[in-house]
């Protein structure tokens, strides 16, 4: 009966056996094709610039196509021009066409150029693919100009109507959204660098991707919420790189009353283990106010955050209730049993009657922020992408995505975590936590809702949150005690277990893979390729592709990042340097410098038939088939 209703359905688009035949024919024509190249990437925090090269050079695909398809005929500088051109077409024309320049000839070469390019591509995609990527106002010209052998007259109505800047433009991103067939964002968007909301402004507009959630991500989305422990987070994360610019003037969350508050409460604390981490470009009245406000907000951290542990009992983190622990004659603090002297005795703020609880100023500023976050409406659209286009892992061609880990147990069996007195592992614990993620944001039961946003926090620093991976998060530790061994943040086994075949077979057979081909891709954790540790773990069953973009990992891991290609030609790990900066890329004709690893090469080309893709398309090359059978013995009518 379902599938009766779901072919009249099918009907409704394809009312003939000509129009269900035609289909048919096209879409198995799109399974010949070379399989599109999935692209790879993670832990962007905030280094927009870099990310963005990236993307729009297809992380070095630009830079093929050109070379194959102009081959011998441009030069080596010609070839870098016409990169640079694509990737910032409205930036490299502002710099290049000047008086100087005859600008019509430089007009008709760049479009010639452009079309060659646009020409190649169509070898590997369908005509509908080439014709969307255009702007409904370009498509049938460009259509004329590819099949006409590039008449010099529509040229010449371009650069006379003054259109030939916007076509070029238009020709460059089709060009650009060509390159990658999916993009598989694997967390951390937020977090140190300076513009994650440019990042998200990216992703909105990239037609084929999905996203898995980071720790970073999940805390902007419960500060985005109003949930306090992760407001408290963001904030105190902002202002200790000194990015407190992201909240100001990326989205226009008022801060002001939390400044207020910070410079008076702490006007003569010298804030004792609160500096900067890396070197903002700030001047000292900027440093001195960010330094102000990390302790304001860590202190609250500490407040909010015991609230939290007391309403949430199963999530078992009463030990992170450290603050009523301080002893003020002493100048010490009991961690985990033991005695630790403290670096900071200054707590202008805390009642040691009663020390978890706000004082009104901090109520004032706390509710301040609340309300901020939740009325930001940039802040609640980006939000919306991560939810909408993302979720806690997502498998794909037998590849298993996510950001950090799936809680082990130290002899390789899936960890169980309680959440509300139910306990969860593997699969289950990853469905569990998703579920309740989107309850945060649409559950209509209050209760839900708290559980959701809760967990938002839990999910930032809980042991078993598949998005920590740590045994605990040391803030108040790092802030307050000098000793390292306090500081220790033990990460979860499933860290030492990458090259354990088995460990990582009763994984996949959790979650319902093939085993023998199965993937994971996950980030995370930088991989420190500089001291000779390998990204590739147990002969390639796990890839984790943090590398470093982010400027303040890169001492730690000696590159700029990695990214993943998989296409028609098998899997690839792409390392990149530290990018020069879209100025000088585009006066130096100069993109992302990067190298390649084949992880696989397959002896046959991949097409989109031996893809995920190819069995959604033959299963409906399957319903259309019975469609025309439904036509022609009459059990469906042909609207003719």
């Known amino acids: 009966m379902k599938k009766a209703r779901y072919l009249e359905l099918l009907s409704e688009s394809f009312p003939t056996t000509q129009k269900a035949a035609a289909e048919i024919a096209r879409t198995m024509g799109k399974l010949a094709l070379p399989k599109p190249a999935e692209l790879y990437i993670s832990d962007i ?26 081959d011998d005929s441009l030069t080596e500088k010609e070839k870098a021009a016409l990169v640079c051109l694509i990737c910032y077409p409205k930036e490299k024309m502002a710099c290049i066409l000047t008086d100087e320049f005859e600008t019509a000839e430089w007009y008709e070469e760049a479009i010639s150029k452009l079309l060659v390019l646009l020409d190649y591509l169509s070898l590997d995609h369908t005509h509908n693919e080439i014709t969307n990527a255009l702007p409904e106002e370009f498509r049938a010209i460009t259509e004329d100009l590819l099949a006409q052998d590039y008449p010099v007259e529509l040229v010449s109505s371009l650069i006379s109507t003054m259109t030939a800047e916007a076509y070029i433009e238009a020709l460059c991103v089709a060009i650009r959204s060509l390159l990658v067939g ?26 084929n991707i999905d996203i898995q959630w980071g720790n970073h991500d999940i805390v902007w989305m419960g500060a985005a919420i109003g949930q306090r422990g992760c407001i408290a987070h963001v904030v105190r994360n902002c202002a200790r790189y000194g990015n407190l610019s992201i909240l100001s003037d990326a989205y226009g969350i008022n801060i002001l009353p939390l400044a207020t508050f910070a410079l008076e ?133 037998n590849t298993l995505m996510f950001h950090a880990c799936v809680p082990l147990n130290q002899d390789g069996s899936l960890k169980e975590v309680d959440i509300y007195g139910q306990t969860y592992k593997g699969k289950s614990l990853f469905d569990a936590v998703d579920r309740y993620v989107r309850d945060a944001f649409t559950a209509k039961d209050p209760q839900s809702r708290k559980h959701g946003c809760d967990l938002l926090w839990y999910l930032w620093l809980g042991e078993g949150s598949p998005l920590f991976a740590k045994s605990k998060m040391a803030t108040f530790e790092i802030y307050l005690i000098e000793d390292k061994a ?38 995370h954790t930088p991989v420190k390729v500089k001291d000779g540790e390998d990204p590739v773990k147990c002969g390639g069953k796990v890839i984790i592709i943090d590398g470093g973009m982010s400027s303040a990992y890169q001492t730690t891991t000696g590159i700029a990042g990695f990214t993943l290609v998989s296409n028609s030609e098998g899997v690839r790990l792409v390392s990149h340097q530290p990018f020069v900066g879209s100025v000088a890329a585009i006066q130096l004709d100069k993109t992302v410098e990067s190298t390649e690893r084949i992880i696989n090469e397959p002896q046959h080309m991949i097409q989109v038939a031996d893809t995920d893709e190819g069995k959604r398309l033959k299963k409906r090359i399957g319903d259309l088939e019975k469609l025309i059978s439904s036509y022609r013995s009459g059990k469906i009518k042909e609207v003719k």
């Open 45 to 70: 925090h905030g280094e927009y610039e870099a990310f963005a090269n990236i993307l729009r050079t297809g992380c070095g695909k630009l830079q093929k196509v050109v070379d194959e398809a102009f």
């Open 182 to 207: 999916k993009l598989h964002m694997v967390g951390d968007v937020y977090d140190r660098g300076p513009f994650p909301d440019l990042i998200m402004d990216e992703l909105e507009a990239c037609s």
């Open 265 to 397: 409460a702490y006007k003569d604390d010298p804030c004792v283990g609160y500096g900067l981490k890396g070197n903002p470009n700030l001047s000292p009245q900027e440093i001195d106010l960010n330094i102000k406000i990390q302790k304001a907000m860590a202190i609250l951290q500490f407040k909010v955050e015991a609230k939290h542990i007391d309403d949430n009992p199963s999530f078992n983190l009463e030990d992170r209730k450290i603050l009523h622990k301080i002893n003020l004659e002493t100048n010490t603090v009991e961690v985990d049993g033991i005695e630790y002297e403290i670096t900071d005795p200054v707590f202008p703020t805390v009642d040691w009657t009663d020390p978890y609880k706000l004082t009104d100023e901090e109520e004032v500023v706390m509710s301040s922020l609340e309300q901020a976050f939740r009325n930001c409406e940039k802040l609640q659209r980006h939000m919306a992408l991560l939810l909408k286009k993302g979720s806690l892992y997502k498998i794909e061609n």
């Open 486 to 523: 306090a500081r220790k943040e033990v990460k979860n086994s499933f860290y030492s277990l990458l090259e354990n075949a088995d460990v990582l077979d009763n994984i996949f057979k959790d979650f319902g893979m093939d085993a023998s081909t199965a993937r994971i891709v996950c980030g």
